[in-house]
């Protein structure tokens, strides 16, 4: 499964950003999806998730409130809109999916995800 994500920039500290990923030649209804971030010398870290009923999404908790993972099937599509940005979130963005049973649980562990994507930069500046 190639995922393809895009829509990182840069941007201000407190705007905003949408983040896609479409799964090419796949449907996206058909995988756990999720968003991952690493920054420079850190450890790659969950960022949300949406089960693949789509009735489920999950968030780290330092973006609770702020980012909005959703998906848009007609368009197979998952979005991550990100507010309010934080200059240390500036980091590589990836989107991940899997369609493991474990990925319901373990939603936020890299692990469950055997396809990821290529990665959108994402810069914020104060």
């Known amino acids: 499964v190639q995922l393809q994500a895009s829509g990182g920039g840069s941007v201000q500290a407190g705007d905003s950003l949408r983040l896609s990923c479409t799964p090419s030649?796949?449907?996206?209804?058909?995988?756990?999806m999720g968003w991952f971030r690493q920054a420079p010398g850190k450890e790659r870290e969950f960022v949300a998730a949406?089960?693949?009923?789509?009735?489920?999404?999950y968030y780290a908790d330092s973006v609770k409130g702020r980012f909005i993972i959703t998906r848009d099937s007609a368009k197979n599509t998952v979005y991550l809109q990100m507010n309010s940005l934080k200059p240390e979130e500036a980091a590589v963005y990836y989107c991940?999916?899997?369609?493991?049973?474990?990925?319901?649980?373990?939603?936020?562990?890299?692990?469950?995800?055997?396809?990821w994507g290529q990665g959108t930069q994402v810069t914020v500046s104060s």
């Open positions: 991940a999916a899997s369609i493991r049973a474990s990925a319901t649980y373990y939603y936020s562990q890299p692990d469950v995800y055997p396809y």
């Open positions: 030649g796949r449907t996206v209804s058909n995988y756990h």
């Open positions: 949406i089960s693949r009923s789509g009735g489920r999404t």
